[in-house]
């Protein structure tokens, strides 16, 4: 698995296609910012995610963790969002490395950001076209179990 982002148990779903292609996004511009988590069980740990327009319709994002052993890690992520029914789904993949998709949705509430990955628990199943996952996720989005591991942000 490539994407370390915002994974605590589990594993996201990866795909080779997104959900739409990139040009067509809007950029949410209350996304834009530096997020830490605030439900860190272990509190030596922490995570921020500092969220950038990159252009456009896609964002840049930073995404940082501190270990209890104080090994840091960042890893430099490329994300856009995509509308199915009435969730705001991110896809986001490495700028370097792998460049495989996850999917996150997310919600806003004030200066709290709530998120959960599309799980891999759902479906193992691999679309060759964009529209084919598309498709798959409109008919499936609202099933119990296809979104895994909600972590909250705040806004700094």
């Known amino acids: 698995m490539g994407l370390v982002l915002l994974i605590l148990t589990g594993c996201p779903y990866e795909s080779r296609v997104a959900l739409c292609d990139s ?32 252009n456009l ?3 840049l ?5 501190t270990k209890s052993s104080s090994k840091r ?14 969730y705001k789904i991110v896809n986001i993949n490495e700028v370097v490395g792998d460049f495989k998709y996850t999917f996150f949705k997310y919600d806003l509430n004030g ?10 628990n759902f479906n193992k199943t691999q679309f060759d076209t964009e529209s084919k996952l598309y498709k798959y996720f409109e008919e499936n989005i609202d099933k119990k179990d296809f979104f895994e591991d909600v972590m909250i942000f705040k806004k700094k």
């Open 23 to 54: 040009k067509n996004a809007k950029i949410d511009t209350s996304l834009i910012g530096e997020w830490y988590s605030v439900d860190n069980n272990n509190k030596t740990d922490t995570m921020n995610i500092n969220i950038h327009n990159f």
């Open 111 to 120: 200066d709290k950001l709530k998120i959960a990955y599309v799980s891999d």
């Open 57 to 59: 319709t896609e964002y």
């Open 61 to 65: 994002i930073e995404y940082n963790e």
């Open 73 to 86: 890690s960042m890893t430099l992520l490329r994300g856009f969002i995509t509308r199915i029914k009435n």
